[in-house]
């Protein structure tokens, strides 16, 4: 073999173990999720291919409402992470007394295993024994024991500020490291001009962060989109499929009730509108990365 | 270089040794822990079994309730069941219909030994596909201090719907508690609760021929009441399951809820226990639960699991597990007569038998539950009234039969 093309090749033998495990691990159970998806694979040991059937039923349900609710229940809960994440690392940015302090503190919500804190927020949630419904009771802002999760809008919104709670943290500080990059000569030079605080940030921070904020809350999107644990922990969905989300759709469709077939469809479905996302994430990197150039 | 291929060669030798030695497997699912008192008779009756069968071993899986069928049916499906699971009976006919299990094939003097509602519960086509292994009715629960407070007569518990709701009514207005506790969660239970509803108004979900009948106006009557309580109940009742009202009642927050004979060691306070109310258009009724052992196709040891099952659930067996777990007894032995004597509460419980309605029958059983819940929860909600509810979700029931 000549010696330029083993060089050539030595690359890609180092490449061989990640595509084969990649191959393994992401490849072949999605090329097998797209085949079950036109099967009627359920618990019954044998399964015919029935065309797009799977897909046809979806539609013909009530999934249309499951996917509006899945987009309303992610853009809410993305823009208030964002939201609550940049104005926390504005306020951790400033030089303020026990900075440092604040810094440690906002992590533990990111820290915490998902499930242990969702279950201390069921419990918050609780009517009669809550931490949330006593003090609206004890400051008479409510008659009586309020079930948060109970109520359609009260329980949509609770699985969204568990999910807030939960990811802001990491916008907190991925916006933070973004700040600290922004050169402090840009600072000093619009402080002498006599910009105010806010003409600096309007003029000066906010633009340069930008595309930070525009990657984590792609990034944001991406994993909220896909949150399970938070909504079937706290309400499974319920209640009368007020929160039920398109991966909590599929895993009772898939898991719960053993329909694999319409379960893949429906997983399918998920794939392409995250591959949406991902190719958009993909074209705002490459472009920041122009411009940075 | 030869003495390591002699040593390789001796290791592999004696590790072929050990695996020919090696036992036959059974693996054994369980649900719940392995803490109480009758697991502790089970491993003795295993532990006997494997002395009689030499070759065999029983590993005994315990998995906790929520995962627990899940789990032996996914395997299954997957092709690597488990040998023998514990499983609701409910589920029997959809894991029948998928031919993951087999028929347990009792003699007529086998069947004898249970009452028929209770053989009802394991049986599809024709044929027994688990050997009932847990068994409950329920019945209705009452606060007499509450009722007291309320000014209603604390020793005479009601005994139709409309006093059931008065009941409910007077001690919500009169006292600071609610009137009833009531659950209406995405969860079985709630759907179980509702079927005392239907039970005892003459209802059913599907009947013998097999034909969807949620829509008739005994159900229709059920779920107007199950709506009419939430007004007298603790405030959202689809937040609560029905192992969140013992304390509720302990509190003394609720004056009375409907549950298993499971409650009366959990509850404090003065309180009694009585056949569940009756509504205008029935009997006496109860919904009667049965969980079951059930032997999965494929493990390539059905005989052995099915002997095994079958030594665990025989009437003398049985029995002692029951009195050792504190579960409704499933066969009416003497042992029963002593309990009652022993202990007037559970007279309620056993009365209920002869009475009683199974859970329904249908091979998608997770569906069923959904829908019916579903119908609940509107209800509850006041989003749609009971008329529509149970038109709505009979139609969608078509999909689960």
């Known amino acids: ?153 009260t329980a949509f919104l609770a699985t969204i500020i568990t999910d807030v709670w939960i990811g802001t943290p990491m916008v907190t500080i991925f916006v933070l490291a973004a700040m600290q990059a922004v050169p402090g000569d840009l600072y000093e030079a619009a402080w002498v001009d006599g910009a105010g605080r806010g003409y600096r940030f309007r003029r000066i921070t906010l633009p340069l962060i930008l595309p930070a904020i525009a990657t984590m809350s792609l990034l944001s999107a991406i994993w909220t989109f896909n949150s399970f644990d938070i909504i079937w922990i706290l309400t499974e969905g319920g209640p009368r499929g007020g929160t039920t989300t398109m991966i909590i759709d599929t895993y009772k469709t898939a898991i719960s009730r053993f329909k694999y077939g319409e379960g893949a469809a429906r997983a399918v479905m998920i794939v392409c509108i995250l591959t949406a996302f991902s190719g958009a994430y993909f074209y705002l990197i490459s472009r920041f990365a122009k411009k940075g150039a | 270089m030869l003495k390591n291929i002699l040593l390789g060669t001796a290791v592999l030798a004696g590790l072929s040794t050990a695996a020919l030695a090696e036992d036959t497997r059974i693996h054994m699912i369980n649900c719940g822990d392995n803490n109480g008192d009758g697991i502790k008779l089970q491993d003795q009756l295993i532990a006997d079994w494997e002395k009689a069968n030499p070759g065999f071993k029983v590993d005994v899986e315990f998995v906790p309730w929520g995962q627990c069928q899940e789990k032996s049916t996914t395997l299954a499906s997957a092709g690597s069941p488990p040998a023998v699971a514990y499983m609701g009976s409910r589920t029997l006919k959809q894991l029948a219909a998928n031919d993951l299990i087999i028929p347990v094939s009792m003699s007529d003097a086998e069947k004898a030994t249970y009452a028929a509602p209770i053989l009802a519960t394991v049986t599809a086509n024709g044929e027994q596909w688990g050997l009932p292994r847990a068994f409950s009715t329920k019945a209705y629960y009452w606060s007499k201090d509450l009722f007291k407070a309320a000014g209603l007569d604390p020793e005479t518990p009601p005994k139709t719907w409309d006093e059931m709701y008065e009941a409910a009514k007077a001690i919500k207005e009169k006292t600071d508690a609610d009137g009833v506790g009531l659950v209406a969660a995405s969860f079985d239970n709630t759907m179980h609760q509702f079927m005392n509803y239907v039970y005892t108004n003459g209802g059913e979900v599907i009947n013998a021929d097999g034909e969807i009948v949620f829509n008739s106006p005994n159900n229709v009557e059920a779920m107007a009441f199950y709506g009419k309580l939430a007004t007298v109940s603790q405030p959202g009742p689809i937040a609560y399951d029905r192992g969140k009202l013992y304390p509720l009642f302990n509190e003394g927050k609720i004056g009375m809820f409907i549950s298993g004979p499971w409650e009366r060691k959990k509850l404090t306070g003065d309180w009694g226990v009585a056949p569940i109310p009756v509504g205008p258009k029935g009997t006496p009724g109860t919904l009667l639960i049965t969980d079951s052992l059930a032997v999965f196709k494929g493990s390539g040891v059905e005989a052995q699991a099915l002997d095994l099952a079958k030594l665990l659930t025989n009437p003398e067996n049985q029995m002692a597990f029951e009195l050792a777990e504190g579960y409704t007894p499933l066969r009416d032995m003497p042992e029963v007569k002593g309990l009652v004597a022993k202990d007037a509460t559970w007279s309620a419980f056993l009365d209920a038998i002869p009475t009683g309605g199974p859970e329904p029958f249908v091979t998608d059983y997770v569906a069923l539950q959904d829908i019916i819940n579903e119908a609940i929860q509107g209800v509850v909600l006041g989003e749609v009234d009971a008329v529509a509810a149970v038109e709505e979700a009979a139609e969608r029931l078509e999909d689960a039969k």
């Open chain 1, 1 to 153: 073999m000549p010696k330029t093309l083993k060089r050539d090749l030595f690359p890609y033998l180092l490449l061989l173990p990640a595509i084969v495990i990649t191959l393994v691990i992401v490849a072949w159970p999605l090329v097998e999720t797209i085949r079950l998806s036109f099967t009627d694979a359920s618990l019954k040991p044998t399964e015919n291919y029935i065309g797009f059937a799977n897909y046809e039923k979806i539609f013909s349900r009530r999934f249309p409402e499951v996917i509006a609710r899945t987009f309303y229940w992610m853009a809410l809960s993305v823009a208030l992470k964002m939201l609550v994440g940049t104005f926390g690392a504005v306020l951790l940015n400033s030089a303020v007394p026990g900075r440092t302090l604040a810094r440690i503190l906002v992590i533990p919500p990111w820290v915490i295993p998902i499930a242990i804190g969702v279950f201390i927020w069921g419990w918050m949630y609780n009517g009669q024994f809550g931490m949330i419904s006593g003090l609206l009771q004890r400051f008479e802002i409510i008659g009586g024991p309020l079930e948060f999760l109970a109520y359609r809008e």
